[in-house]
């Protein structure tokens, strides 16, 4: 190895060691909001045509639930949220599925096969995603009516529903 490929090397290292921190600074890790903090805002395009925003829901009892078609659980949980959502819309209680597929008629399609009547927001820019820090499907937050974050729930197993319905009922007595 000569001295001006030893120099190449050390230079291409430094290149990419810098680049690595750039790219560390500016896209650094979302942190799932913690319990008791203000859920995050935001605005996303729904299975309507219109734009939803979370803090037009302030007042009700908001579940998030981040969902993709390629998921098992999803597809096992949703028809449950489904039903809860049924059960306690008229109660002040709103269910926003977001659905974090690329395609978003693959979304729809699957929606409309389960028979899902709530709301299913489009995030296929992994923009909201990020900002809860969803690292796993199906995601599920449930925020009071001060828009505080209450309850976050990662994965679903039969039974989870049990327990998401009766933090609904506690936060809807609130």
């Not at 291409?12 to 560390?24: Q, S």
């Not at 803090?55 to 908001?62: A, K, L, N, P």
């Not at 659905?99 to 409309?112: E, H, I, L, R």
């Not at 933090?167 to 007595?173: A, D, F, G, S, W």
Request: proline share 5%; charged share 20%.
């Amino acid at each position: 190895m000569t001295a001006r490929d030893h120099r190449r090397g050390k230079w291409l290292v430094l290149t990419m060691l810098v680049g690595t921190l750039l790219l560390w600074t500016t896209t650094a890790p979302a942190v799932m909001p913690a319990v008791g903090s203000l859920a995050p805002d935001f605005t996303l395009r729904s299975n309507t045509g219109k734009n939803l925003k979370l803090s037009e829901y302030r007042g009700q009892v908001v579940m998030i639930n981040f969902w993709a078609t390629w998921c098992g659980p999803c597809r096992q949980e949703m028809p449950l949220l489904n039903r809860i959502h049924e059960k306690y819309s008229k109660s002040g209680f709103k269910l926003l599925g977001i659905n974090v597929d690329d395609n978003t008629g693959n979304a729809q399609a699957m929606a409309a096969k389960l028979g899902v009547t709530f709301p299913v927001l489009f995030d296929s820019e992994k923009r909201v995603s990020r900002l809860y820090d969803v690292d796993g499907m199906p995601s599920t937050v449930l925020i009071d009516r001060s828009g505080k974050v209450r309850y976050i729930h990662r994965g679903y197993r039969p039974g989870y529903e049990i327990q998401y319905e009766a933090q609904v009922r506690e936060l809807l007595k609130q």
